[in-house]
């Protein structure tokens, strides 16, 4: 067992080469993506945002409804692997940036003025997520759209390592109040996919996925 945190860049880096290879991650990348599009704002977003956004699995099925798409990460090897996509596909409306989220106050390092931000997955491994989410919506311009994907409430055995310093999920009435703390309205949830698979106590369970939308206040 590693000795490693999850939320160390470097465990992310050792699993960067083969992360596509998870047809899991495939199929939830596939359902997430088709959420995200279906609520987005019927203006194509000018200047949006991706937090978390790995070897790009949801960035690159995002980035053809964007103008321009920046996308954070905070392993330097889940950005190379995007960056490889970014050149194959000429997908070149994504700015790849890193950015260590287990750092306080990590979102100082971005400018302003983003119209939409998404994410799939990531919510849970940031470590203080009512000040993220603060931080997060001094970045977004009045109105902006929110579109976060992340795990149900589970229980706890969801990842395969019990080293890792995660959420175990959200509640989504908590969830709901940390977002209006932050300064959003108009939040929603819906189910978006099941994660079917073999827990850390070798049981089959299932896992549901949400997604969840909300506007940045314009007060």
């Given at each position: 067992m590693?000795?490693?945190?999850w939320?160390?860049?470097?465990?992310?880096?050792?699993?960067?080469?083969?992360?596509d290879?998870?047809?899991?991650?495939?199929?939830l990348?596939?359902?997430?993506?088709?959420?995200?599009?279906?609520?987005?704002p019927?203006?194509?977003?000018?200047?949006?945002?991706?937090?978390g956004?790995?070897?790009?699995?949801?960035?690159?099925?995002i980035?053809?409804?964007?103008?321009?798409l920046?996308?954070?990460?905070?392993?330097?090897?889940?950005?190379?692997m995007?960056?490889?996509?970014i050149?194959?596909?000429?997908?070149?409306?994504?700015?790849?940036?890193q950015?260590?989220?287990?750092?306080?106050?990590?979102?100082?390092?971005?400018?302003?003025?983003?119209?939409?931000?998404?994410?799939s997955?990531?919510?849970?491994?940031?470590?203080?997520?009512t000040s993220?989410?603060?931080?997060?919506?001094?970045?977004?311009?009045?109105?902006?759209?929110?579109?976060?994907?992340?795990?149900?409430?589970?229980?706890?055995?969801?990842?395969?390592?019990?080293?890792?310093?995660?959420?175990?999920?959200?509640?989504?009435?908590?969830?709901?109040?940390m977002?209006?703390?932050?300064?959003?309205?108009?939040?929603?949830?819906?189910?978006?996919?099941?994660?079917?698979?073999?827990?850390?106590a070798?049981n089959?369970?299932?896992?549901?996925?949400?997604?969840?939308?909300?506007?940045?206040?314009?007060?």
């Amino acid at each position: 067992m590693s000795q490693q945190n999850w939320s160390d860049t470097q465990r992310f880096d050792n699993k960067a080469a083969d992360w596509d290879a998870n047809a899991l991650r495939a199929a939830l990348a596939d359902d997430v993506a088709r959420a995200t599009i279906a609520h987005m704002p019927v203006a194509r977003p000018a200047n949006a945002l991706e937090f978390g956004c790995g070897t790009g699995l949801l960035t690159t099925r995002i980035a053809p409804h964007c103008t321009r798409l920046t996308a954070l990460d905070s392993s330097a090897e889940m950005l190379r692997m995007l960056s490889e996509k970014i050149s194959a596909g000429a997908l070149m409306n994504i700015v790849p940036l890193q950015v260590d989220f287990s750092r306080p106050k990590a979102t100082e390092e971005l400018e302003g003025g983003f119209d939409f931000v998404c994410s799939s997955m990531t919510l849970h491994h940031i470590p203080d997520t009512t000040s993220f989410l603060r931080e997060l919506a001094g970045h977004l311009v009045p109105g902006a759209m929110l579109s976060i994907a992340d795990l149900d409430a589970e229980d706890g055995l969801f990842h395969d390592d019990d080293t890792e310093k995660v959420h175990y999920g959200f509640e989504r009435q908590s969830l709901k109040q940390m977002l209006e703390t932050a300064g959003f309205t108009n939040v929603a949830f819906i189910t978006v996919h099941v994660i079917e698979k073999k827990n850390r106590a070798g049981n089959w369970a299932s896992y549901p996925v949400f997604l969840v939308t909300a506007i940045k206040n314009h007060a």
